[in-house]
């Protein structure tokens, strides 16, 4: 068993959740999330101050060859089984919100461990979050937008991925959507300099910090842009289903 140091916090359910996770103990790890909530913890906390925490130590632990792709797995399927608890009960905090945010890592890139956290904890503010999952191509964010999207949010974990989020961008404003929604970066190797750079509306480099911008980013959307972007979204739609019907 690795032995780790827990410190975001002092509580002794958060610590042995956190330690569970990376030492990948599944069984654990869905004990220590029902001790959790029972003694009181609200589930958003438990996912910002337990499982973001562990994932990212593991990830240390890979750079630091502590760790092999079968551990992070390991890790990776036992934050999940955390995950699969918390879920239901992320929304459910009082603070209801009515952004709409579409989140996926980019075409080529199949890294969706921070980009699932990220999920959870937008989904634990309250946002409708649609997952759209690893290898996501521009016209499937492009399409996204024509769904409702207020907000898309790219992740990249590859230099050679992160290009595909200024693709993405390209296609929007090729569509005539760009306006109409903001765009939110980030990922391992992702900067405030190359979110600039693509012409994206913000970037984060945690998940705690997404939240903040993307809440940020949707009140910049203006209140007549979205009426708008209602009715433009309709004529789109009727336009897209009458074109895949001729
Ligand atoms: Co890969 N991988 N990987 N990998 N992998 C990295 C990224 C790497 C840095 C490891 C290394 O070599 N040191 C390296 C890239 C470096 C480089 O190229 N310069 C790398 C490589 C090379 C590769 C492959 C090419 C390896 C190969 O096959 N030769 C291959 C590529 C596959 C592909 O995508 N096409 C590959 C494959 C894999 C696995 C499949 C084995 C696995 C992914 C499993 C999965 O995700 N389901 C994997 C993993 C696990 C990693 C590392 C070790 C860990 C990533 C992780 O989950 N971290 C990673 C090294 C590292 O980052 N230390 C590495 C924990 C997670 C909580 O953090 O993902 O950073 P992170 O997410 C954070 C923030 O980045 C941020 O918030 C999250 C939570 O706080 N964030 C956002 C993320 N997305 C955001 C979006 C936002 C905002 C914030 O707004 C929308």
Same mark, same amino acid.
């Given at each position: 068993?690795?032995?780790?140091?827990? %410190?975001? +916090? #002092?509580?002794? /359910?958060?610590?042995?959740?956190?330690? *569970?996770?990376?030492?990948? &103990?599944?069984?654990?790890?869905?004990?220590?999330?029902?001790?959790?909530?029972?003694?009181?913890?609200?589930?958003?906390?438990?996912?910002?101050?337990?499982?973001?925490?562990?994932?990212?130590?593991?990830?240390?632990?890979?750079?630091?060859?502590?760790?092999?792709?079968?551990?992070?797995?390991?890790?990776?399927?036992?934050?999940?089984?955390?995950?699969?608890?918390?879920?239901? %009960?992320? +929304? #459910?905090?009082? /603070?209801?919100s009515t952004g709409r945010i *579409?989140?996926?890592?980019? &075409?080529?890139?199949?890294?969706?461990?921070?980009?699932?956290?990220?999920?959870?904890?937008?989904?634990?503010?309250?946002f409708h979050?649609?997952?759209?999952?690893?290898?996501?191509?521009?016209?499937?964010?492009?399409?996204?937008v024509l769904d409702g999207a207020q907000i898309i949010?790219?992740?990249?974990?590859?230099?050679?991925?992160?290009?595909?989020?200024?693709?993405?961008?390209?296609?929007?404003?090729?569509?005539?959507i760009?306006e109409r929604v903001k765009?939110?970066?980030?990922?391992?190797?992702?900067?405030?300099?190359?979110?600039?750079?693509?012409?994206?509306d913000?970037?984060?480099?945690?998940?705690?910090?997404?939240?903040?911008?993307v809440k940020?980013l949707l009140s910049e959307l203006p209140a007549t842009g979205r009426r708008k972007e209602t009715t433009y979204l309709k004529m789109s739609?009727?336009?897209?289903?009458?074109?895949?019907?001729?």
């Open positions: 068993m690795k032995k780790t140091e827990y %410190l975001s +916090g #002092d509580l002794r /359910e958060l610590a042995t959740l956190y330690n *569970a996770v990376v030492n990948g &103990e599944d069984v654990t790890v869905r004990e220590a999330v029902r001790v959790a909530l029972a003694t009181g913890i609200p589930a958003g906390q438990i996912l910002s101050d337990a499982l973001i925490p562990a994932m990212t130590e593991v990830g240390r632990l890979f750079e630091a060859q502590e760790y092999y792709v079968p551990e992070i797995l390991i890790s990776a399927e036992a934050m999940e089984a955390g995950g699969a608890i918390l879920r239901p %009960l992320l +929304g #459910d905090t009082g /603070e209801r *579409a989140l996926g890592a980019v &075409e080529g890139d199949l890294h969706d461990i921070g980009k699932n956290l990220v999920a959870m904890m937008l989904e634990s503010s309250g979050v649609t997952n759209l999952g690893v290898d996501v191509s521009p016209p499937r964010f492009v399409q996204a949010g790219m992740s990249a974990m590859l230099p050679t991925t992160m290009l595909n989020m200024k693709f993405a961008i390209d296609a929007m404003k090729a569509e005539g760009r765009v939110i970066v980030g990922g391992a190797m992702v900067t405030q300099e190359f979110a600039d750079r693509i012409g994206a913000g970037y984060a480099s945690d998940a705690s910090t997404a939240v903040r911008k940020k739609l009727r336009l897209a289903q009458a074109q895949s019907h001729s």
